[in-house]
């Protein structure tokens, strides 16, 4: 069975909370991201998840309410409640809880919940889509089998 810590990004792009949106819509754009994790202790240590923040979230709660993205800080729109998977999940019940919980986007922490990896929904399309194709390829192979024995008996 695979683990949702075998397919999650390892490549985070992290904040803080008590970094400026204008510095997270910075850290975006340099990493080509539409969201960032926020984390506490970020020294190149441990990295605990307990938030995430959108680009959605900046222009619905920042640009259209016409606040200033440099006074405004991460912890003040960031959503909070952050669901997280253990890297040992299975593909399928971090599937269902993404559905559950609505979120397109979902932390992976280890056993301690230090932050290893992110998966989003692209990410689990892309590994089903293979498991689908692969399962209609059985089905191809399956027939050309029965008729090449097929054609064997006639010959």
């Not at 680009?55 to 440099?70: F, G, I, K, L, S």
């Not at 892309?126 to 008996?153: K, M, N, P, Q």
């Amino acid at each position: 069975m695979t683990t949702i810590g075998e397919i999650c990004k390892r490549d985070v792009v992290v904040t803080t909370g008590g970094a400026s949106i204008a510095a997270a819509a910075q850290l975006m754009q340099k990493h080509h991201v539409g969201s960032l994790v926020v984390v506490t202790g970020d020294d190149g240590g441990t990295r605990k998840p307990v938030g995430i923040l959108t680009d959605r979230d900046m222009v619905m709660e920042v640009m259209a309410t016409d606040r200033n993205p440099h006074t405004v800080l991460v912890e003040e729109i960031m959503s909070a409640r952050l669901t997280t998977a253990r890297d040992t999940d299975g593909v399928h019940q971090t599937l269902q809880l993404m559905r559950y919980r609505g979120v397109r986007r979902l932390p992976i922490v280890n056993a301690n919940g230090d932050l290893i990896g992110i998966v989003t929904t692209d990410d689990l399309l892309r590994v089903l889509s293979y498991d689908i194709v692969t399962l209609a390829g059985i089905a191809v192979r399956e027939l050309s089998h029965e008729a090449a024995a097929h054609s064997a008996y006639f010959a």
